[in-house]
């Protein structure tokens, strides 16, 4: 099946500074998406972005499918983006459609 | 917009038991499908419903089951609870006919201890 690797797994920031997480994925996919998990296990939405560049505040990605990998932008971090981090791609057919990452576990410390 | 539903929240089953998740997608949502998620293996894909019919599944025993309804709702079944099926299990709904991620919306989700 299809991998997903992310990095880095784990991460510190000091508030207000920025941070790129990366995503890679063995194979073609459809669409992959951007979550974030915070401390009560809740998964937020945050991009949905089969290919381009989005933003929304201090948070941007970038897909870049022929070249099989995303990127996540924090900029300004808060305390309130500790969590963990998850890629999510799916990929046109097979048995298993939808694959998650592992998760970047971020800590943010004021 | 009411968000998507999970319920119990919480639930403490022991082995060989069997136990039943229930999840109400967001309004007008079609597609349902859930995950597995443990601290060893991630989250993991079980399976997807829409119009009550399962389009996609995970690699998962068959003691794992689920079904749709017509308004949607959803429920998974796990039958012969194993200690390894201690996990939180997440609901998720998207609009999109074609199910998959198509902007997946995801609930609390129901946390499973087997003792």
């Known amino acids: 099946g299809i991998q997903v690797e992310q990095s880095p797994p784990d991460l510190i920031l000091q508030e207000g500074a920025n941070s790129t997480l990366r995503c890679n994925f063995s194979?073609?996919?459809?669409?992959l998406q951007w979550f974030h998990q915070n401390p009560w296990g809740q998964l937020i939405n945050l991009f949905y972005?089969?290919?381009g560049t989005k933003q929304n505040g201090r948070l941007s990605a970038t897909t870049v499918a022929t070249e099989r990998y995303s990127l996540l932008y924090i900029s300004s971090s808060q305390t309130t983006d500790s969590g963990v981090y998850f890629c999510?791609?799916?990929?046109?057919?097979?048995?298993?459609?939808?694959?998650f990452g592992i998760g970047t576990k971020l800590q943010v410390i004021p | 917009k009411a968000g998507v539903t999970q319920t119990p929240r919480y639930l403490i089953k022991t082995r060989g038991q069997q136990v039943t998740l229930s999840c109400s997608p967001i309004s007008g949502h079609r597609s349902v499908s859930w995950y597995q998620q443990t601290p060893g293996q991630g989250l993991q894909f079980l399976f997807e419903?829409?119009?009550?019919?399962?389009?996609n599944k995970g690699n998962f025993p068959g003691r794992f089951s689920g079904r749709q309804f017509s308004n949607s709702r959803s429920e998974m079944n796990v039958s012969t609870l194993e200690l390894g099926d201690s996990a939180l299990y997440l609901c998720a709904s998207s609009l999109m006919a074609s199910g998959g991620l198509n902007e997946q919306f995801f609930g609390p989700g129901t946390r499973l201890t087997v003792l």
């Open positions: 999510a791609v799916e990929r046109s057919g097979g048995y298993q459609k939808v694959t």
């Open positions: 194979d073609s996919v459809n669409n």
């Open positions: 419903y829409f119009s009550e019919t399962q389009r």
């Open positions: 972005i089969p290919s």
